[in-house]
């Protein structure tokens, strides 16, 4: 790539519905979010002008959003001249360890999550001639915290993915960065732990829905405020 070329950077978002954004449309964006023409977000097999609470969902609930949102902004106001591509692979109640009665990520779970999304990851990045930097954020285990049997196999499960996640999909380096799941969900549990184990970062300050479970549109900002933090202080640079 010429010196003079602007750098790029692909982002993939993943995980489970409070990466997804859980309830979440375009009525509870912060004022601060606004579609952007240097940003291209890969929905339905192409790359798209980023447009929050347009296009930032899954293939249920297309207009959903989450800690993207505030991700790119603070990406872009970092990196004015450079082009940022997103993909977003996450999928509400989809555990980490291998279950024959659930959809899940395990990469032993032929046909999957983890094949669907890597057979999307693969796709945008055919897409894109030069790519300087790739990043994964990964916030989800939430359907493992019980059974007893299946938490204390999330470690062992994660670590799994995270290693098919580098090679299948080319990631090498600090560029994997992992939420903790709140306290809400597993408080003092081996889920929590694991992940603390592998470099997450807590979650445990974000304001929550009602519900308990999801993180409100408060959080989803300050979530994504926390995923750039902790990609930042990775020193993941070009």
Known sequence: MSAAAALSTLVILAGQSNAVGHKLGPADLPPTARADPNVRIWRDGRF??????????????????????????????????ERLYLVKVAKGSTGVVKDARAWDWSPASRGEQFDVATAEVQAAKARLA????????????????????????????????????????????????????????????????AQTRLGAFSTDHIPMQPDGA??????????????YEAWKGRGAKR
């Open 48 to 81: 798209q002008t980023f447009a929050p609470g347009v296009n930032t969902g899954g293939p249920n609930t297309p207009t959903a959003w989450g800690p993207e949102v505030e991700f790119v902004r603070r990406w872009r106001a970092d990196h004015p001249g």
């Open 130 to 193: 030069d790519l300087d930097r790739v990043v994964i954020l990964w916030i989800g285990g939430e359907s493992d915290v019980v059974p007893p049997a299946k938490a204390a196999a999330h470690e062992r499960a994660l670590t799994a993915l995270f290693a098919r996640m580098r090679s299948d999909w080319w990631i090498a380096g600090p560029s994997l960065v992992v939420a903790r799941i709140a306290d809400e969900w597993d408080s003092n549990g081996p889920v929590r732990a």
């Open 214 to 227: 999801h993180f409100s549109a408060a959080g989803q900002v300050q979530l994504g405020a926390a995923f």
